[in-house]
């Protein structure tokens, strides 16, 4: 029987996607696609990660990944270092100037966060925190 009620799979969908399109309408003066500011931001919690790990981290092709990591670099927020027992791997570390890149990123985040979470008491947004992080790792091992 089909229901008119979205499942919360379609919800999780659409909240991300509105969530992301939401930080690109704000973050536009930024030179970084979503793409990159997202690489930028897993680096920041993994730093020195090397690259292929990234890539699994990010659910991204290596090449695809290196691409990015070419532009972060340019914009001098990461360096590559090589790895000390592969010469074929590098370390991924950030540079002084994406600190104020991430900054900008937390504070663009906590805006639309706030947005989103409008009309919810700090209860609600707590346990939907802790709901989603719980069904997350519920997942991860699949």
Do not use: C
């Amino acid at each position: 029987m089909h229901s008119n009620r979205d499942t919360w799979g379609f919800l999780v969908a659409d909240v991300s996607r509105l969530l992301r399109r939401a930080f690109e309408r704000q973050m536009g003066g930024t030179p970084l696609s979503f793409a990159q500011a997202r690489a930028l931001y897993y680096i920041s919690r993994h730093e020195g990660v090397r690259q292929v790990d990234l890539a699994e981290l990010l659910e991204l092709q290596p090449i695809r990944l290196a691409r990015h990591i070419d532009v972060l670099e340019k914009l001098k927020l990461v360096e590559r270092r090589p790895a000390p027992d592969d010469r074929r791997a590098y370390h991924i570390y950030l540079r002084p100037a994406a600190h104020e890149v991430l900054s900008e990123f937390e504070s663009t985040a906590k805006s639309i966060r706030a947005t989103a979470t409008k009309g919810l008491n700090t209860a609600q947004v707590e346990a939907l925190h802790a709901a989603l992080g719980a069904i997350r790792g519920n997942l991860h091992g699949i």
